[in-house]
């Protein structure tokens, strides 16, 4: 790589981690890249070192949701100062959280890139087997997918980025926004059988705080309501019946527009 790095992160260890690093080499800085698991021991490394297959997972100890600005409308990131990752949290994604318990427990980080909001369980959620796993898979899924992200990002086998490490792409550090506090993990089930009964209704009052929503997101129409039930919307004016995915494409970018920073 050989290029200049900039923001070179404080040599202060994570708290309670004495793990020896890998690889001290003098003249890099050795937590470049770095990244944290989000499952079994929670190791800190690099991402060859870290990264699992998911048959191997065997503890899950927190629930992790990539919110890249690049994927996302840019009018929810198009005020005041900073990078779109900082913008994005303090003009959009912290009223996401503040407007539900569950998400209000959120950890978040600026990765340099976007944001990582984190759900750490306490206790953590030791898997009995392979079906344990699978329905825990299911569950951080359907949690995943109650903020706009990428679809295609992992579930159980995802990894986070270590408070402190620098982001190679921005050569910016990796920082703390918001600190969290822990959920059960009957907290997490409750959450998802919340979802399960009144999905549309559920992530309508995260995304917009209301259960009528003036005028309606999907064709703007002056007058209008998308009134949030329990499965869809409902929208008198010009959408009738409106689903979730079309709620969820309101906040997601062209794909035709997506750029870098
Ligand atoms: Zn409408």
Sequence with gaps: ?????????????????????????????????????????????PVEQVSTPLDLITTLRMIMVDIDPQHLNPVLFDDG?????????????????????????????????????????????EFAGPADRDLWGAVVRSVQNTLPSDPNAPGLTALTRPVGSVNSKTNRTVKLLRP????????????????????????????????????????????STLAALDRVGRCYARCGTVKLAQ?????MSDPATQGEE
């Design 247 to 251: 709620l969820f494409g309101t906040f």
């Design 180 to 223: 969290g506090t822990p959920v059960t993990p009957d907290a997490v089930l409750e959450f998802v059988d919340k979802l399960r009964r009144r999905p549309f209704a559920t992530i309508a009052s995260i995304l917009h705080g209301a259960d009528r929503i003036t005028p309606c997101p999907i064709c703007k129409t002056d007058g």
């Design 81 to 125: 100062k900073g990078t779109f990752a900082s913008r994005l949290y303090h003009q959009t994604v912290r009223h996401w959280l503040d407007r539900d318990p569950f998400w209000g427990r959120a950890t978040v980080l600026n990765t340099g890139t976007g944001l990582h909001l984190q759900l750490h369980l306490d206790p953590v959620v």
């Design 1 to 45: 790589m050989g290029t200049v790095r900039k923001n070179r992160p404080s040599r202060k260890r994570g708290d309670g981690d004495e793990r020896p690093s890998p690889e001290q080499r003098p003249d890099k800085d050795p937590r470049v890249d770095w990244r944290e698991q989000t499952f079994n021991a929670g190791d800190v490394g």
